[in-house]
């Protein structure tokens, strides 16, 4: 009860405040989705749905940014093809979910399942699918828009990095330390508490995790040698919630982000990744555990159901495990995606097509959708849905890889390497998990990119304003 009087006293200030200065009040809602999915935050004010703590504060930052941006001086400068795939981005989410509203006995029929518990009704769907697909995205474009001088750059970034390490935190905070000695006991822990007492699924955590530890890394360069050892410090934090999620492709993300982080600027560490993997192993054995289970015969799940249906034995069981069962259940996925290849069925095409109920009533399989965020997405809205999304995400690793290699100014890498290490996480999680749907657990990487975009987009303001001869335009980012 103290700690949500304590929340409500701080959302009533930032409420107000937002009318002083809209940009600190959104800065203090994006920590608040380090908070938001606890069960200790009510989901609703009075009983009103869509009624809460993070709306209220949102629609507070919005009318606050819709007074000032005038005097502001505030202009939409972003670069129009990235206007234009964000559009068109929008666009294939709206459509899809009226395909999803128009056709939706599936969803009935999956909610009818004894296993399953979901809201399907409209004004569920309507909020769920239509409201806050969007509304995730939107601090992102309000950073973008506000965002013009060191001081707001600052602000931005600490809100992000405070909100990943107050996730890592309460990992820490639920996670039994015993946990670390016994891949199993990781498991179990992580899908027993995380989602309990964080709000966000162990696959959820591990994924921001893994990109937001390189954050700390590139982003430390922006500040002074004083705030850089507290960046230090909670570095290990980041790592050690990460490792306590027990999220194999988490770690593999981890690793991979590191690796080019360290190829382009700072290749002197590369060494240091084969002696950091050994110590991991030989102190943290539950990592170990967990990453190679499935590898051998002796750490294959068991399913009998699922046995009988595989035909590669020992090997098919193998990649079972390894997968987490996404091996097994990707073949119907594709046999039901190759009837409507271009166009897709609609948001949520596995559970309406049937393929979810299939997969648990007969194997006792759970997948309302398809632990692939590629897969999921085709399977919604076709190949031709696909491919503004996959380049725009493409374009948006590019921008920030070309920031990170930037040898003229370390708030360029700072940011291009955020950008880079938080967008790679999702793409490379997005193999077994994950979604293209902007929702929570991506507010922190469309944040990222949102401030790459400024970045970039002054960087390259620079460029054109500064001709041979000329003293060089001195940059918005120079600390004042």
């Not at 990744?273 to 051998?296: H, K, S």
Request: aromatic share 14%; charged share 15%.
């Amino acid at each position: 009860m103290i700690r949500v009087t304590l929340i409500s006293l701080l959302v009533a200030f930032l409420c107000a405040y937002a009318w002083k200065d809209w940009y600190k009040s959104l800065c203090g809602l994006i920590v608040m989705m380090a908070i938001i999915e606890h069960p200790d935050i009510p989901k609703t004010i009075f009983g009103i749905p869509g009624f809460n703590f993070w709306n209220l504060l949102f629609v507070f930052v919005l009318a606050g940014w819709a007074m000032s941006r005038r005097r502001e001086k505030l202009v939409w400068d972003m670069p129009k093809k990235i206007t234009f795939l964000l559009i068109l981005y929008g666009l294939i989410i709206v459509v899809g979910f009226f395909r999803m509203a128009i056709d939706s006995e599936g969803l009935s029929i999956w909610a009818a399942s004894p296993w399953v518990s979901d809201d399907i009704s409209a004004k569920s769907l309507f909020n769920e699918y239509f409201i806050n697909t969007f509304k995730w995205v939107v601090p992102s474009l309000l950073l973008f828009h506000g965002c013009r001088n060191r001081s707001r750059l600052a602000w931005a970034v600490s809100a992000i990095l405070i909100m990943y390490l107050l996730l890592s935190i309460q990992v820490i905070r639920w996670m039994p330390l015993s946990a670390l000695t016994d891949g199993d006991a990781l498991e179990h822990y992580g899908l027993r508490f995380l989602s309990k007492e964080v709000g966000y699924h162990r696959v959820n955590l591990s994924m921001m995790l893994s990109g937001a530890f390189w954050s700390f890394v590139t982003c430390s360069l922006l500040y002074s040698s004083k705030y850089q050892k507290i960046l230090k410090v909670s570095m290990p934090t980041i790592f050690f919630g990460l490792a306590l999620t027990g999220g194999r492709m988490g770690y593999a993300t981890w690793a991979a982000i590191g690796g080019v982080i360290a190829a382009v600027r700072w290749r002197r560490y590369l060494v240091l990744g084969p002696i950091f993997v050994l110590l991991v192993v030989l102190f943290v054995p539950a990592v170990q555990e967990r990453f190679t289970a499935g590898f051998d015969e002796e750490t294959v799940d068991e399913s009998t159901l699922v046995e009988e249906h595989l035909e590669g034995g020992v090997f098919e069981m193998q990649l079972y495990t390894i997968t987490s069962g996404r091996s097994f259940a990707w073949p119907f996925v594709w046999e039901e995606i190759k009837e409507n290849l271009l166009f897709g069925d609609g948001r949520e095409a596995m559970v309406r097509s049937g393929v979810s109920t299939y997969l648990l009533s007969e194997f006792l399989e759970s997948f309302p959708h398809p632990h692939n965020a590629t897969l999921m997405w085709i399977f919604d809205n076709g190949l031709l849905g696909l491919l503004p999304v996959l380049t725009f995400y493409l374009l948006m690793l590019k921008y920030g890889f070309s920031l990170l290699r930037d040898k003229k100014e370390l708030v360029h890498v700072a940011i291009g390497g955020m950008a880079f290490s938080l967008i790679s996480a999702l793409l490379i999680a997005s193999i077994g998990s994950q979604s293209f749907y902007p929702r929570e657990g991506s507010v922190g990487m469309w944040c990222a990119i949102g401030l790459m975009l400024r970045v970039y987009v002054e960087r390259e303001k620079n460029k054109k304003l500064h001709s041979p001869g000329q003293n060089e335009i001195k940059s918005i980012w120079e600390k004042v």
